[in-house]
């Protein structure tokens, strides 16, 4: 089985925190060791925008797996596939205002 696997977080400029960076990293490392699916790693190529990335080419590249993994809160809207989702943290249960928000 073939799962493509957002991996933006280790594209340099992206933004994302260390932590993520980290969890993103391992996740996809201890998932190759393991061998029991293959891991679609799918990021932008350098300068593109991440939102314009994930809402169009995403879900092109998707074509084909049978499914798509996101570690951020950053998602696909069409597409192919099932989509399976990692959340980290609910800031917005917590009274956090900054980056909490359904988008």
Not at 30 to 39: F, I, T, Y
Not at 56 to 75: D, K, T
Not at 82 to 103: A, C, F, M, Y
Request: a positive charge.
């Amino acid at each position: 089985m073939r799962i493509g696997f957002d991996a933006s977080p280790l594209v340099a400029g992206e933004g994302a925190a260390p932590g993520i960076r980290r969890v993103v990293e391992c996740t996809l490392e201890a998932l190759e060791r393991r061998g029991r699916v293959e891991v679609v790693r799918l990021a932008p190529e350098g300068g593109r925008r991440s939102r314009f990335w994930r809402q169009r080419e995403l879900p092109r590249l998707a074509r084909g797996l049978a499914g798509i993994h996101s570690f951020l809160s950053a998602f696909p809207l069409r597409g192919p596939g099932k989509r399976v989702q990692t959340i980290h943290e609910l800031p917005w249960k917590h009274g956090v205002k900054k980056n909490s928000d359904w988008r």
